[in-house]
């Protein structure tokens, strides 16, 4: 296992908010390691189905817990650059082989930033948004926001958006639980 040291964390400058991240990172650090692969994971700018499934050597499944309208708080907003409602959807990320869930996620999608043809196809069961958003071609990037330890289970929380023609279109909040290999 590498540790990370406290001081001038180079993982920070993965992130829009430095500052916040740096701050928790040295509290990640503090009393525990942050294996290689667990720091992978907290820069993951792309599909962390895809990442979990390589580090796992299992197919990874996407549970939607919910999907429904709602209007998001101050920070959400703010990230997403609305004043309104938008589509939340949370999720789990759970093992196919073993039942295990890895990770706990909440997005807000704003709809006039995305085509028709991808929220019709994210409400199909078992639809994974980063799956989605490779298969439909959407031009799009990835910002990582902030990172935080987790309480209870959750090992560290990460908030990140997905900009679509340059605007935000979906912010994420992922809660990455304790346990194997990570």
Do not use: K, N
């Not at 400058?13 to 994971?41: K, P, Y």
């Not at 759970?94 to 990770?103: D, E, K, L, N, P």
């Not at 085509?115 to 799009?140: N, V, Y």
């Not at 910002?143 to 900009?163: K, S, V």
């Amino acid at each position: 296992m590498v540790v990370l040291m406290a001081g001038p964390a180079p993982l920070s400058d993965f992130f829009l908010d430095r500052e916040q991240t740096e701050r928790s990172l040295v509290e990640l650090a503090e009393g525990q390691h942050l294996s290689l692969v667990c720091r992978a994971v907290m820069v993951c700018d792309g599909t962390l189905t895809r990442l979990l499934s390589a580090v796992y050597l299992e197919d990874i499944l996407t549970v939607c817990e919910a999907a429904d309208e709602a209007r998001p708080g101050i920070e959400a907003s703010r990230w997403l650059q609305i004043d309104g409602s938008c589509l939340r959807r949370r999720v789990s990320l759970v093992g196919g082989v073993s039942g295990r869930t890895y990770a706990r996620a909440q997005a807000h999608l704003y709809a006039p930033r995305l085509p028709d043809t991808f929220l019709i196809e994210l409400s199909r069961p078992g639809a994974s948004l980063g799956a989605q958003l490779l298969s439909s071609g959407i031009c799009h990037r990835r910002e990582l926001i902030w990172i935080r330890p987790g309480t209870g289970d959750c090992m560290f929380t990460r908030l990140y958006r997905i900009l679509v023609r340059d605007q935000p279109a979906i912010l994420i909040q992922e809660d990455v639980l304790h346990g194997g290999e990570l």
